[in-house]
């Protein structure tokens, strides 16, 4: 089962799953993943690793991933906006892996200040701990994943795939394999991941879930359950009432 806590812009998912495999998608933010116990695959465009027991993972904002857990598993996922990274005193984190113990201690502590909702000089004192720990050179298991695609641009994905195609002067076919070798996504996983963000900003304002999932094109709230599910490891009813 999976929580979700939210204490001003930042945002907790937590649980325990034994089985789960994320689509292909990106956040506009930084995630930092805590594992406890089991462990998670994360699979970038041409490298993957292994996210176990203890250890934590940062993923930089925009950079194109899945993930799959397939055996018990607990872990908690915070999605920290770029700019708080920043005020923490780090300009910029690399997507890695650390397996070093004090890394995963103040990942943990930020995780309960939150839950908690924490006074934010508490919440931006952990932060800046955990930022401080993570681009500490410190002899440690570390593992650096360089991103290789560019950023997704801002388009109207309401427009057909011929449309943008002939926009680019490209065929159908050649738009869409440039485009997912260039961004690391098809336009129609694209479209997929911007109606479960926007459903999931329709119910944090307090949507009924069958009214979020016409507002999103699902017709089929059983389709539009089992997408949300996919994407966030949550139905929209366990998530809107937090």
Same mark, same amino acid.
């Given at each position: 089962?999976?929580?979700?806590?939210?204490?001003?812009?930042?945002?907790?998912?937590?649980?325990?799953?034994?089985?789960?495999?994320?689509?292909? $998608?990106? $956040?506009?933010?930084?995630?930092?993943?805590?594992?406890?116990? /089991?462990?998670?695959l994360?699979?970038?465009?041409?490298?993957?690793?292994h996210?176990?027991?203890?250890?934590?993972l940062?993923?930089?904002?925009?950079?194109? $991933?899945?993930?799959?857990?397939?055996?018990?598993?607990?872990?908690? &996922?915070?999605?920290?906006?770029?700019?708080r990274?920043?005020?923490? /005193?780090? #300009? =910029?984190? #690399?997507? =890695?892996?650390? +397996?070093?113990?004090?890394?995963?201690?103040?990942?943990?502590?930020?995780?309960q200040?939150i839950?908690?909702?924490? @006074?934010m000089?508490?919440?931006?004192?952990?932060?800046?701990?955990?930022?401080? !720990?993570?681009?500490?050179?410190?002899?440690?298991?570390?593992?650096?994943?360089?991103?290789?695609?560019? *950023?997704?641009?801002?388009?109207?994905?309401?427009?057909?795939?011929?449309?943008? +195609?002939?926009? &680019?002067? %490209? @065929?159908?076919?050649?738009? =869409? *394999? @440039?485009?997912?070798?260039?961004?690391?996504?098809?336009?129609? =996983?694209?479209?997929r991941? #911007?109606?479960?963000e926007? +459903?999931?900003a329709?119910?944090?304002?307090?949507g009924a879930? %069958?009214?979020v +999932?016409?507002?999103?094109?699902?017709?089929?709230? !059983? $389709?539009?359950i089992?997408?949300?599910?996919?994407?966030?490891?949550?139905?929209?009813? *366990?998530? !809107?009432?937090?």
């Amino acid at each position: 089962m999976v929580r979700y806590t939210k204490h001003a812009d930042l945002e907790v998912f937590e649980g325990e799953l034994s089985e789960h495999r994320y689509p292909w $998608h990106y $956040h506009a933010c930084y995630t930092i993943i805590v594992v406890e116990r /089991g462990s998670v695959l994360y699979q970038f465009q041409d490298t993957s690793v292994h996210v176990g027991g203890s250890e934590v993972l940062v993923v930089e904002p925009f950079h194109v $991933h899945r993930n799959m857990i397939a055996q018990p598993t607990t872990y908690s &996922a915070i999605f920290v906006p770029h700019d708080r990274v920043e005020r923490a /005193g780090s #300009a =910029q984190l #690399a997507t =890695q892996r650390s +397996a070093r113990p004090a890394v995963h201690q103040k990942a943990v502590a930020l995780v309960q200040c939150i839950k908690e909702a924490a @006074s934010m000089n508490v919440v931006n004192e952990r932060l800046a701990a955990l930022c401080g !720990s993570i681009t500490d050179h410190l002899p440690g298991n570390e593992t650096v994943v360089p991103s290789r695609t560019s *950023r997704v641009p801002a388009i109207d994905l309401d427009r057909r795939i011929t449309e943008l +195609a002939v926009e &680019a002067r %490209l @065929s159908k076919y050649h738009f =869409q *394999r @440039s485009f997912k070798k260039k961004h690391g996504l098809t336009i129609g =996983q694209l479209k997929r991941q #911007a109606n479960s963000e926007k +459903a999931k900003a329709l119910l944090e304002l307090g949507g009924a879930p %069958l009214d979020v +999932a016409h507002e999103v094109g699902y017709f089929d709230q !059983s $389709h539009f359950i089992k997408y949300f599910k996919r994407m966030w490891a949550i139905t929209p009813d *366990r998530f !809107s009432k937090g």
